[in-house]
């Protein structure tokens, strides 16, 4: 490939890298901020719950923005959101900043700087025959910020406190302001013709690809990824941490995640070629719920905690670029922004209620028993889904007339 082209990719996998890293971090705060500010777990909690209603109900319309205008200059408008969602709370640590600031502004930042607009700029840039393969390398590049991040995040909690390592952190994202000129700045090229939809287009989009009963089937599968993960991300590091293990332990196990999260989000976005993408999206549903059943139901131990991580980092991302592949097969790149947007929804949707149900039941029952089924059902439910969605017709019309 050019070299311009490999300039997008690194891009792309640099501001998802500074997003998801810096969102991944977020149960790490769970417990310090409840001893230095007596902040209730149950705060933050409902804040990242509500970061993920944001990001889900903002990613339709900041996919569209792209699509239309160019990802560099969403995506640096994103930095700026980011850091201000975190520097609200690390200079005002009062429960209101924590909602407005991490539950508000960080969800529409993440919604402009992660996976939506840049992986849909890598799927416009690449040639078709790439197009999984690059979306799965960008994917898995971001999971560098997830295994830096996270460890240094801990680390200096540790020593200078939950509050300013939030006012680090804000000044960190804004590197995503320069990264954002390397990735289509410009409005994008035209793909074959067709004229992105655009937000007044959005509605009439949305409705057009939900009828189409294997995009809803795409999507309603989707609920599950983020109902598991959000969980994961948030409550994990306290999960362990109630099991009896030190409080290193719940970084080191996200670390492992962000590592393993590598070769597997290439590896799928790679299989998004050569299989049809709703086929492996089955099995990485199914995988995972059989590694929550294992870890849920046997003796908590260390080296168990580390293995469980590494098995769900190994499948953590690799549902993007595999889900954005089976867009783009269905509906062509012209709006895939917007179109991954639609279906992200419903991922968010799905974190949402992973993470707030999550952070109620601890408050409530202060542990996390009664999740881990519930868990596993919805897994294995999203992994029926996915294997009775019908393959692409060859002459299928595409939304709006637009082709891959």
């Given at each position: 490939?050019?070299?311009?082209?490999?300039?997008?990719?690194?891009?792309?996998?640099?501001?998802?890298?500074?997003?998801?890293?810096?969102?991944?971090?977020?149960?790490?705060?769970?417990?310090?901020?409840?001893?230095?500010?007596?902040?209730?777990?149950?705060?933050?909690?409902?804040?990242?719950?509500?970061?993920?209603?944001?990001?889900?109900?903002?990613?339709?319309?900041?996919?569209?923005?792209?699509?239309?205008?160019?990802?560099?200059?969403?995506?640096?408008?994103?930095?700026?959101?980011?850091?201000?969602?975190?520097?609200?709370?690390?200079?005002?640590?009062?429960?209101?900043?924590?909602?407005?600031?991490?539950?508000?502004?960080?969800?529409?930042?993440?919604?402009?700087?992660?996976?939506?607009?840049?992986?849909?700029?890598?799927?416009?840039?690449?040639?078709?025959?790439?197009?999984?393969?690059?979306?799965?390398?960008?994917?898995?590049?971001?999971?560098?910020?997830?295994?830096?991040?996270?460890?240094?995040?801990?680390?200096?909690?540790?020593?200078?406190?939950?509050?300013?390592?939030?006012?680090?952190?804000?000044?960190?994202?804004?590197?995503?302001?320069?990264?954002?000129?390397?990735?289509?700045?410009?409005?994008?090229?035209?793909?074959?013709?067709?004229?992105?939809?655009?937000?007044?287009?959005?509605?009439?989009?949305?409705?057009?690809?939900?009828?189409?009963?294997?995009?809803?089937?795409?999507?309603?599968?989707?609920?599950?990824?983020?109902?598991?993960?959000?969980?994961?991300?948030?409550?994990?590091?306290?999960?362990?941490?109630?099991?009896?293990?030190?409080?290193?332990?719940?970084?080191?196990?996200?670390?492992?995640?962000?590592?393993?999260?590598?070769?597997?989000?290439?590896?799928?976005?790679?299989?998004?070629?050569?299989?049809?993408?709703?086929?492996?999206?089955?099995?990485?549903?199914?995988?995972?719920?059989?590694?929550?059943?294992?870890?849920?139901?046997?003796?908590?131990?260390?080296?168990?905690?580390?293995?469980?991580?590494?098995?769900?980092?190994?499948?953590?991302?690799?549902?993007?670029?595999?889900?954005s592949a089976a867009i783009a097969q269905r509906f062509g790149v012209a709006d895939l922004g917007a179109l991954y947007g639609v279906c992200f929804l419903s991922h968010q949707l799905g974190g949402f209620l992973g993470a707030g149900s999550g952070a109620v039941l601890l408050e409530y029952a202060g542990s996390y028993a009664a999740f881990w089924p519930v868990m596993v059902g919805v897994g294995l439910l999203a992994s029926g889904l996915n294997w009775i969605i019908r393959p692409v017709p060859e002459a299928m019309p595409l939304a709006s007339g637009r082709a891959g």
């Amino acid at each position: 490939m050019p070299v311009a082209l490999w300039i997008i990719v690194a891009s792309a996998a640099a501001s998802i890298s500074l997003a998801l890293g810096m969102r991944q971090t977020f149960g790490l705060f769970l417990l310090p901020l409840a001893a230095e500010q007596g902040l209730s777990p149950a705060v933050l909690g409902t804040a990242v719950a509500f970061h993920n209603l944001v990001w889900g109900l903002s990613q339709p319309i900041t996919g569209a923005l792209a699509d239309r205008h160019g990802a560099g200059k969403v995506m640096a408008v994103g930095a700026v959101l980011l850091a201000a969602g975190l520097g609200l709370p690390a200079n005002f640590p009062t429960a209101s900043a924590v909602l407005f600031g991490i539950g508000v502004l960080t969800g529409m930042g993440v919604s402009c700087t992660g996976t939506g607009a840049a992986l849909a700029a890598v799927g416009r840039a690449v040639p078709p025959h790439r197009r999984g393969e690059m979306i799965g390398l960008a994917s898995a590049g971001g999971s560098l910020g997830q295994a830096a991040l996270v460890p240094l995040a801990q680390s200096l909690i540790g020593t200078i406190g939950a509050v300013t390592t939030l006012g680090i952190m804000a000044v960190t994202v804004l590197v995503i302001v320069p990264i954002a000129r390397g990735i289509e700045w410009q409005p994008p090229v035209q793909v074959a013709n067709a004229q992105p939809t655009g937000l007044a287009g959005l509605p009439a989009l949305a409705r057009h690809a939900l009828r189409d009963r294997d995009f809803a089937l795409l999507t309603a599968g989707f609920f599950a990824c983020g109902f598991q993960l959000a969980f994961l991300t948030m409550h994990l590091p306290s999960h362990l941490a109630l099991c009896g293990m030190p409080a290193s332990m719940g970084a080191m196990a996200l670390m492992t995640v962000g590592l393993f999260n590598i070769p597997g989000s290439w590896l799928c976005g790679k299989l998004s070629s050569l299989v049809r993408p709703e086929l492996v999206l089955g099995w990485i549903y199914l995988l995972r719920s059989i590694a929550i059943a294992v870890f849920a139901f046997t003796t908590p131990t260390e080296t168990g905690a580390l293995v469980f991580a590494a098995v769900m980092g190994f499948v953590w991302l690799g549902s993007i670029p595999l889900t954005s592949a089976a867009i783009a097969q269905r509906f062509g790149v012209a709006d895939l922004g917007a179109l991954y947007g639609v279906c992200f929804l419903s991922h968010q949707l799905g974190g949402f209620l992973g993470a707030g149900s999550g952070a109620v039941l601890l408050e409530y029952a202060g542990s996390y028993a009664a999740f881990w089924p519930v868990m596993v059902g919805v897994g294995l439910l999203a992994s029926g889904l996915n294997w009775i969605i019908r393959p692409v017709p060859e002459a299928m019309p595409l939304a709006s007339g637009r082709a891959g």
